[in-house]
């Protein structure tokens, strides 16, 4: 059985977590400050915050940036839901752009014409999410200077891309958001099991989500109204406990140094699925836009199920048969009944990201995909859009 996704573990990660059960810190120890240092070295940001999970990243994210009842705040339809519920916990109301038809990415242009219609109704936009759908880089130039004329928050939903390069630039997510939040879960390119990080240049940003971190308590005597004694904490706001373990810390050490191994195979995989499938009619590859690192999280192929005559719900019952469990990236989040019940939105609202959402097959990508597995897949697609 092949999944679209899956973590690539060797034994020097079963080593590197049995070395920490050895030890005297299994919750928040040496292991979190090193990982959160290989983090901060890597993606080249004064601080990294690690976390429970990808999703309470961007929650603590949007509780930091001050989102509350009455903001708006733009994403993309195309992504996971925690994308947008992050907008729904911290109060605010979530409004979506389409996507560019080519990266699949939020259009800027889009995103400027939604700041105007919101402008003329007397409404401001707080923040806006990019999402880096699949490993494709958003138009973040376009986007931060979208957000600097009308002083507008930027957070870039990172968790597709890391290893990934914009302008020939790794260390991109920091300079162009204000906030980067990744995820480590298993099919993501590094994993610690479960996990996540919150990545910023602003010193404030970072101390509020690691107080909101765990359970909104702090120790810091600069801090405190008064002090009791050694044992003496404060909460002056309500948190969570949104920690991760030295178990997983170390398992995310281990796996960062491998990162740019994980996505040299994640390429090699791209490429002979462009070759196979690049010049046939009936599918669209992914584009990469000039100057991109594409860090292919995903392969998100596309067939013309319409000019295919060939049904997507049929072909992935064939595909399964073949042991290939495909999946889509994503179903658009405003069709889902929470946010249509809710917040108004409708079928058409969103149509670049409901056509793709049509066309779209996450096939088989990770680094220990194997090449005869992968010519499996490929022959397993050709064969299944025949009958
Ligand atoms: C995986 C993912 C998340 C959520 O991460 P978890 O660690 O599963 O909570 C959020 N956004 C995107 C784009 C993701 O791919």
């Known amino acids: 059985m092949y999944s679209y996704g899956r973590q690539s573990i060797d034994q020097s990660d079963i080593d590197a977590v049995v070395e920490v059960l050895k030890g005297d810190w299994l919750t928040q120890g040496p292991a979190l400050e090193t990982f959160e240092n290989d983090l901060k070295i890597y993606f080249g940001s004064n601080h990294a915050c690690a976390i429970a999970n990808g999703t309470a990243a961007l929650h603590l994210t949007g509780l930091a940036l001050g989102w509350k ?98 302008l020939d630039d790794k260390q991109y997510a920091v300079k162009y958001a204000d906030v980067v939040t990744q995820s480590y879960h298993p099919v993501k390119h590094i994993t610690t099991g479960e996990g996540g990080a919150i990545f910023t240049n602003d010193a404030k940003i970072d101390e509020e989500v690691r107080t909101l971190r ?94 295919l005559n060939t049904e997507k719900k049929h072909f992935f019952e064939v595909m399964k048969i073949r042991g290939i469990i495909l999946q889509v990236h994503y179903i658009p989040v405003h069709l889902q009944p929470y946010y249509q019940r809710n917040y108004d939105f409708r079928v058409g609202d969103f149509p670049y990201a409901e056509q793709f959402y049509k066309n779209e097959i996450s096939i088989p990508i990770y680094p220990d995909l194997l090449f005869e597995q992968q010519q499996q897949v490929i022959n397993s697609i050709n064969h299944s859009i025949n009958i």
């Open 69 to 166: 009842l009455g903001d708006i705040v733009i994403t993309t339809p195309t992504t996971f839901l925690s994308t947008a519920n992050c907008i729904v916990y911290a109060g605010a109301t979530p409004d979506f752009v389409d996507i560019d038809p080519l990266t699949y990415t939020i259009n800027p242009n889009l995103v400027e014409d939604k700041v105007k219609i919101y402008q003329s109704q007397g409404k401001k936009i707080k923040a806006v999410i990019g999402v880096d759908y699949a490993g494709h880089p958003c138009d973040w130039k376009a986007l931060r200077e979208i957000a600097n004329k009308y002083d507008i928050q930027l957070v870039n939903d990172n968790c597709h891309a890391l290893g990934a390069s914009y």
């Open 214 to 307: 765990s359970h909104g308590m702090t120790k810091n005597p600069e801090k405190l109204d008064k002090d009791d004694g050694p044992w003496y904490y404060e909460m002056c706001k309500i948190g969570f406990n949104y920690r991760i373990n030295d178990l997983q810390c170390a398992l995310g050490i281990s796996q960062l140094r491998k990162l740019d191994f994980f996505v040299s195979r994640r390429r090699e995989i791209a490429k002979q699925y462009d070759i196979a499938f690049g010049s046939d009619e009936g599918f669209i590859i992914p584009s990469v836009s000039k100057n991109i690192g594409h860090a292919f999280h995903l392969y998100p192929l596309q067939l013309k199920f319409d000019e």
